[in-house]
């Protein structure tokens, strides 16, 4: 039984390849999420450093997913000394852009802090709230010789099972971060369409609204989800195959 106060409701988010710079406090990887993550972050950390250390710029290129090589400079930098800001403010893609967590009141950045779980390509399953430097990280590459999708798939997949054991879980994440963690246990998405034809960039600016509105009515169960007026969104259907439900919106 839940007892009160506690969450019903956890919504897994994916990260954004552009991000913030700047910060204020010293990162200290040992007060992220999952602490018995440590030693297996540190081991990959150090990975990240020493690829960045040995300064080859085609191998930086393809890690970073970058060309310009003044550019690719600018990101070889010394992230266990960088300073560190939440990592719900640091990530600045699209989705980001439209949950506006600075421009949300107190109650609604604290929902989203408590809520939120986003899953770094570096990091792991990270809290919105956990500290964070600015990194650079491509979806989908390598650090080294370690894949870091199978890496928190190997070590975190189980920790995020048992975290989330007594949650309803919303995933608004990317298919791709299914490869860090595909919950084993009923859980929800959503499917953006517009004219019949199923929304792919925009579906990110739609995750963030939802996010937002979510946030700001502090909705705590799916079913209260499923009530919440969305401006500009309509459930079309809710389709439900074997332990995943989508909610297929319509856009207009």
Do not use: C
Not at 39 to 46: A, E, G, I, S
Not at 87 to 106: C, K, M, P, S
């Amino acid at each position: 039984m839940k007892g009160i106060g506690t969450i019903l409701m956890k919504i897994l988010l994916a990260p954004s390849e552009t991000k913030k710079s700047g910060g204020e406090l010293s990162f200290d990887p040992s007060t992220l999420l999952f602490e018995a993550l440590l030693p297996q972050r540190t081991k990959l950390l150090h990975a990240y450093t020493n690829v960045l250390q040995k300064g080859d710029i085609p191998t930086l290129s393809k890690m970073f997913g970058l060309k310009k090589e003044a550019d690719i400079l600018e990101h070889k930098k010394d992230i266990i000394h960088e300073l560190t800001m939440k990592a719900i403010q640091r990530y600045t893609g699209v989705a980001f852009d439209y949950l506006g967590y600075e421009n949300l009141d107190r109650q609604a950045q604290e929902y989203i802090d408590s809520h939120v779980i986003l899953f770094s390509n570096l990091f792991g399953p990270i809290r919105a709230s956990d500290l964070i430097p600015e990194y650079k990280l491509k979806q989908g590459e390598a650090v080294g010789d370690i894949k870091t999708e199978k890496f928190y798939h190997e070590h975190a997949a189980a920790l995020m099972e048992a975290y989330l054991a007594e949650d309803e879980i919303l995933d608004l994440r990317a298919g791709f971060y299914d490869k860090f963690y595909k919950p084993a246990k009923p859980y929800t998405t959503l499917k953006f369409i517009k004219e019949g034809k199923v929304v792919s960039h925009w579906a990110k600016a739609y995750r963030g609204i939802v996010l937002r509105e979510i946030a700001k009515s502090g909705v705590e169960t799916l079913e209260s989800f499923m009530k919440l007026p969305i401006e500009g969104l309509s459930i079309k259907e809710i389709q439900t195959k074997k332990n995943k439900t989508e909610i297929i919106y319509e856009i207009g």
